[in-house]
């Protein structure tokens, strides 16, 4: 096995899928924890509600956070990286806590959700924006961001009239607010380099 | 800074093996334009920030056509792909979604029963469900209508379904803010007064709604070149321009509409 793409039962896994088998990742759908074991990267997607995307994962929480521990590289991607978080004012449920923070309503100062293209700001070098640029624009669609309290997890933030936390990273655990599989050519560029570094 | 968007919206006759694109004028006088999956993958190449399928025949017995254009679709285009006409229901959206849709478009069966909207957001979020509405001007607005300044004189709009062919007496303006509420996450405005036309968006219906609602506004209806589009960015709120015709056949590119914005201070993805 190579790409593990989780799915847990919520929304659109098509798209992912499709763009790692696109750049020959090797990508298979899983469902139960023990599918987990032997995998060489992990992708958590994830939409709808923080809460609905919880109490889903919970089951695999434990063989997630095992194969983190092994050094497996993991990429969360949208709700899958809200969920790396202690909580969200979105729903009651407890995230998984790997990254200390919360995650908070977009202001109502701003049309909620963010939906389309921006650009990020980064904020420190990481293997999976090797490549990016600060004039590459990437697919939002969220109403929820991220507060890490560590900003030093802070690989790339973007400007919705606030700064928003786009891209973290710890070890190997990385995690993007935008759609990678949804933002063209320099979308799949950050899948690519994700798909390396489970090659190491 | 988020940047404005171009949507190209193909409009798809599916009574043919590989479906193909057609284009009305005022939602009549139909014309043919392409293979729907080419036209995307060309549109993709240019730059489009996201595309929209709207299935015009809607039967059910088309639907395995309308899969089969998505799933060829999506293995080349790495844009969001938003996919409407004749969803009826949360397992509608399903199958679209297993074909690599990333939004569904929802007209007539959300005018008919709104608790879709709220069923597909529970489902998908709100970022998967686009209302589509097809406004026409109506003169003379009563107590109980949104009241538009327009150079026809104060109007009001009347939603309409069916792809054109009935109206409701739905106040356009009003139905938008309903959506909202109930968990849409984009309202994809459609202006029947000047759908095909070339003649520009229609600025005060496209104004009026953005001014009512704090989601994204597809502005539809009417673009005919790159100043209509740099028109409705400069005087409404629209995240987001769609238009068919001047990409169809040739007119425009994608890219040379972005040019024109960006040199004209629009932001845009290049």
Wanted: hydrophobic share 40%; glycine share 10%.
């Amino acid at each position: 096995m190579t790409i593990a793409v989780v799915d847990y039962g919520v929304g659109n896994l098509f798209s992912i899928y499709n763009v790692l088998e696109r750049i020959e990742a090797g990508p298979e759908l899983i469902t139960e924890p023990e599918d987990l074991v032997g995998a060489e990267g992990v992708v958590v997607p994830g939409v709808g509600s923080f809460g609905r995307c919880m109490r889903r994962l919970s089951r695999l929480e434990g063989a997630l956070s095992e194969a983190l521990e092994e050094g497996t590289p993991m990429l969360g991607i949208c709700v899958g990286m809200q969920v790396l978080f202690e909580r969200s004012e979105e729903s009651p449920e407890e995230g998984l806590g790997w990254i200390t923070g919360e995650v908070v309503r977009l202001p109502n100062s701003v049309l909620v959700p963010q939906m389309g293209w921006n650009t990020l700001s980064i904020k420190k070098e990481v293997e999976i924006l090797e490549g990016i640029g600060e004039e590459d624009f990437f697919y939002f669609v969220h109403s929820y961001h991220c507060v890490p309290v560590d900003r030093s997890v802070l690989a790339a933030t973007t400007d919705y009239g606030l700064e928003v936390a786009a891209a973290v990273s710890r070890d190997n655990l990385f995690a993007v607010q935008f759609h990678p599989e949804k933002s063209g050519q320099k979308g799949l560029r950050i899948l690519e380099n994700f798909v390396r570094l489970t090659k190491c | 800074m988020l940047a404005r968007r171009i949507i190209p919206c193909l409009d798809c006759d599916l009574g043919v093996p590989q479906g193909r694109v057609v284009k009305g004028i005022e939602f009549k006088q139909i014309r043919y334009a392409g293979v729907p999956w080419e036209l995307a993958s060309r549109y993709y190449e240019e730059g489009a920030d996201e595309i929209v399928f709207l299935d015009i025949t809607a039967s059910h017995e088309r639907r395995e056509t309308m899969f089969n254009v998505i799933r060829t679709t999506a293995k080349n285009v790495f844009v969001p792909l938003a996919v409407g006409g004749g969803i009826k229901s949360v397992d509608d959206v399903r199958g679209v979604f297993k074909a690599g849709a990333d939004k569904v478009t929802v007209n007539t069966t959300a005018l008919k029963r709104p608790e879709i909207i709220t069923e597909i957001a529970e489902e998908y979020g709100s970022q998967a469900c686009v209302v589509a509405i097809d406004a026409k001007r109506r003169d003379s607005p009563g107590e109980d209508r949104i009241s538009v300044p327009t150079p026809k004189g104060e109007s009001w709009f009347e939603c309409s379904f069916y792809g054109g062919r009935e109206f409701t007496g739905i106040d356009a303006i009003a139905w938008a803010m309903k959506a909202e509420e109930l968990g849409a996450g984009e309202i994809l405005l459609t202006s029947m007064d000047r759908d095909g036309t070339y003649d520009g968006f229609d600025l005060p219906l496209t104004d009026g709604v953005c001014k009512r609602v704090r989601i994204p506004v597809i502005a539809s209806g009417g673009c005919g070149n790159a100043e209509h589009i740099f028109e409705v960015f400069q005087k409404t709120g629209a995240s987001a321009a769609l238009a068919a015709s001047i990409f169809h056949y040739n007119e425009w590119g994608v890219d040379e509409v972005k040019r024109y914005l960006a040199e004209r201070g629009i932001h845009v993805r290049i």
